[in-house]
């Protein structure tokens, strides 16, 4: 029985190493997804979000689109374009 609980831990070790990579990759762009919203959170008035996005490179048209729904924080942070505009950099 000892034996069984010793080999069991190795290979529980082993898929444990294996399986952290995709487990930090999620929690990594967790992460990302939150400080976006925090920014965006900051952006308190629709028309310095559009300011904002556009100031970072977003068009005009997509910029006021995005700044002007009612959309929740979480929900406007894993928007494709707020997602490019508040990039890793």
């Not at 069984?4 to 967790?30: C, E, F, H, L």
């Not at 910029?63 to 997602?83: E, H, L, P, Q, S």
Request: with cysteine; hydrophobic share 45%.
């Amino acid at each position: 029985m000892n034996r069984v609980k010793i080999y069991m831990r190795g290979w529980m070790n082993y898929y444990g190493i294996a399986d952290m990579k995709s487990n930090v990759k999620a929690m990594n762009s967790w992460l990302y997804r939150r400080i976006r919203m925090c920014i965006w959170k900051q952006w308190k008035l629709p028309r310095t979000r559009m300011r904002k996005l556009a100031g970072l490179g977003v068009a005009e048209h997509n910029a006021a689109t995005i700044a002007y729904d009612r959309k929740g924080y979480w929900f406007n942070a894993g928007n494709k374009a707020v997602n490019w505009a508040l990039n890793k950099d």
